[in-house]
Nanobody
Framework: QVQLVESGGGLVQAGGSLRLSCAASGSTFSIRDIGWYRQAPGKQRELVAEITMVGTTNYGDSVKGRFTVSSDTAKNTVLLQMNSLKPEDTAVYYC??????????WGQGTQVAVSS
């Protein structure tokens, strides 16, 4: 079992920055990669960024060049630095861990709101 807790969401003006944190606990040794996803009202959940345990990253097209995902393996934490935020970035942001056995674990989510 893997538990995930997101933090760092909030309200920010357009052009501002936020940093989200995803803290993993439990069987963290089984994690293959961790991703950040978001879901805006009335829209499907979409990939924002993901990072593997060897540091390979992947980003959704809408956030490339603005968001950076990184990991602190010693603290079992994955960070999402979000810069140049836009109103369309408003969503609930979720953290997902995928294990080597392809099992998914989700966090409860953290709200990000960007005002224009």
């Amino acid at each position: 079992q893997v538990q995930l807790v997101e933090s760092g969401g909030g309200l920010v003006q357009a052009g501002g920055s936020l940093r989200l944190s995803c803290a993993a606990s439990g069987s963290t040794f089984s994690i293959r990669d961790i991703g950040w996803y978001r879901q805006a009202p009335g829209k499907q959940r979409e990939l924002v960024a993901e990072i593997t345990m060897v540091g390979t990253t992947n980003y959704g097209d809408s956030v490339k060049g603005r968001f950076t995902v990184s990991s602190d393996t010693a603290k079992n934490t994955v960070l999402l630095q979000m810069n140049s935020l836009k109103p369309e970035d408003t969503a609930v942001y979720y953290c997902k861990a995928v294990t080597w056995r392809n099992r998914d674990y989700w966090g409860q989510g953290t709200q990000v709101a960007v005002s224009s």
